[in-house]
């Protein structure tokens, strides 16, 4: 009697126990690189294993087709150009990066008592005022910019993504100046890229590991598949033509181990893990880049291919199994969907573009979410989607190139996803109506928009390490 009345007392202590959250974040992988989400060359089982025992997500979206303002978006909930990140991304002579007054998916699970760890690339600005350590993470253990950047001005970087530079690993690698760092502190200089994926992997398992007796938020923003492409000896294909199948695979691999420890530890039931990509493939590298396969284009523009990724979300026993949503959602919904999934909404401080999507995991429902925002890679206002229509307004709309072209585009993604006819002519009403109303969401979001941090200061890191 007395062990019935130990486990009923137990019980709803499991049952309300804050669950665990992690993010695994791919560089440049497009929506049609996972076997699950449609590729017929390279071989996913472990992520599709996880969308199998999840919910995959078909009309997921980013806030930007390039690195750092889609970064910032995931992080905060907002459009890029509301926090001031969404001119293009920050190289090494970068002197910005994420203001960290604002609230971040670690800030906010920290308060609440979660251990926070950021493991991978970061590349919202590689100052002590705005690393991972600024912006609510107890530690950090990665690259702090691009792959393909070197330290300290970018400069004397080799040609990116040659056949010959896969054949010749070895040599390759060691041409980039690209940091590794902990914390703020660069520990290896160049870094080896061929090991990165699985130290980061193993960095990973080390804080699941040291954190499964408490509520923990793990983010794991992988470097990988972003060029140029590096892989351990033991799993590499020497055949450049598979060289993003290859490091799209191990990745699996590594994620594979992640998901055994988290089993293992006895922490399956009560852990979110939520897997994506930043933007859309780099078709311009072929067999270096991914496919987006059946969307139209990839990195840099956007189309579809751009800026629609895979997602999976598994937690099972709260995530049904081998389900699929098709609502329209975002990384810019992850805060305020993961502060309700963690049972403390967040305040109203901040103006964030966030919405809270947790229902969209476990019912058949509609989004909250029925407009959605396009930014150019230059932070340039491009079009929206409302419901199943799509207006893009393309051209180069810089300052001081008032004369450039531009095109508009309209399209019904809900009759064509490939984006492949162009309904603009047809229906000037309705461009007329989408217009508007984009001028109108982006005039809030300028009107409204904070500053990102700045600084005049040469970073302090030095040239070499001992």
């Known amino acids: 009697m007395r062990f019935l009345l130990f486990l009923a007392a137990l019980f709803p202590l499991c049952a309300s126990a804050q669950p665990n959250f992690i993010i695994i974040f791919t560089d440049d992988q497009g929506y049609n690189d996972l076997s699950c989400f449609g590729s017929k060359t390279i071989k996913t089982p472990h992520l599709d294993q996880l969308a199998k025992e ?189 060289a993003y199948t290859c490091v799209i695979e191990h990745i699996d691999a590594e994620i594979g181990r992640l998901m055994d420890t988290v089993r293992k530890e006895g922490l399956a039931d009560n852990t979110y893990v939520i897997f994506t990509t930043d933007n859309g493939p780099w078709l311009h590298f072929k067999n270096h880049g991914g496919s987006a396969k059946p969307l139209r284009d ?39 969907t993961i502060a309700q999934l963690a049972d403390k909404p967040l305040s109203n401080n901040k103006k964030i573009d966030g919405m809270d999507i947790s229902a969209l995991l476990t019912k058949e429902t509609k989004s909250p979410r029925n407009e959605f925002l396009y930014y150019t890679s230059r932070g340039d206002l491009a079009g929206i989607r409302a419901e199943p229509w799509k207006l893009l307004i393309l051209g180069n709309q810089r300052k001081g190139q008032k004369n450039a072209k531009q095109t508009t585009h309209l399209f019904n993604l809900d009759k064509d996803v490939a984006e492949a006819t162009n309904l603009a002519e047809k229906n000037p009403e309705k461009v007329a109506e989408l217009t508007a109303l984009m001028n109108k969401r982006d005039a809030e979001i300028t009107k409204n928009a904070r500053a990102a941090w700045n600084t005049t200061a040469k970073h302090p890191w030095p040239d070499t390490i001992q």
Request: hydrophobic share 30%; net charge positive; aromatic share 10%.
């Open 54 to 242: 999840g919910r995959k997500f078909t009309n997921f979206m980013v806030p930007c087709p390039v690195c750092t303002p889609s970064r910032a978006g995931l992080l905060t909930g907002c459009y890029p150009k509301r926090i001031g990140m969404q001119q293009h991304v920050l190289f090494p002579a970068s002197t910005r990066g994420m203001h960290p007054d604002e609230v971040t998916i670690a800030d906010h699970l920290k308060a609440q008592g979660y251990a926070t760890a950021c493991i991978g690339k970061w590349h919202l600005g590689h100052y002590p005022e705005c690393l991972p350590r600024a912006q609510g993470f107890d530690s950090y253990y990665g690259i702090p910019y691009s792959n393909d950047m070197n330290h300290p001005d970018n400069k004397g970087k080799p040609r990116v993504s040659r056949d010959a530079s896969w054949k010749d690993q070895d040599k390759d690698v060691f041409n980039w100046r690209t940091p590794l760092i902990r914390n703020e502190e660069i520990i290896e200089l160049p870094v080896d890229q061929r090991t990165i994926t699985r130290r980061y992997t193993d960095e990973a398992i080390k804080f699941v590991t040291a954190n499964k007796e408490k509520p923990f938020f793990l983010y794991l923003p992988h470097s990988m598949p972003h060029i140029p492409l590096f892989v351990p000896k033991d799993v590499r294909d020497p055949d450049p033509k598979n």
């Open 298 to 336: 990839g990195k840099g523009t956007n189309f579809e291919g751009g800026q629609r990724v895979p997602c999976i979300m598994w937690a099972p026993g709260r995530i049904p199994a081998n389900t699929t949503c098709a609502e329209l959602a975002s990384t810019i919904d992850l805060l305020p």
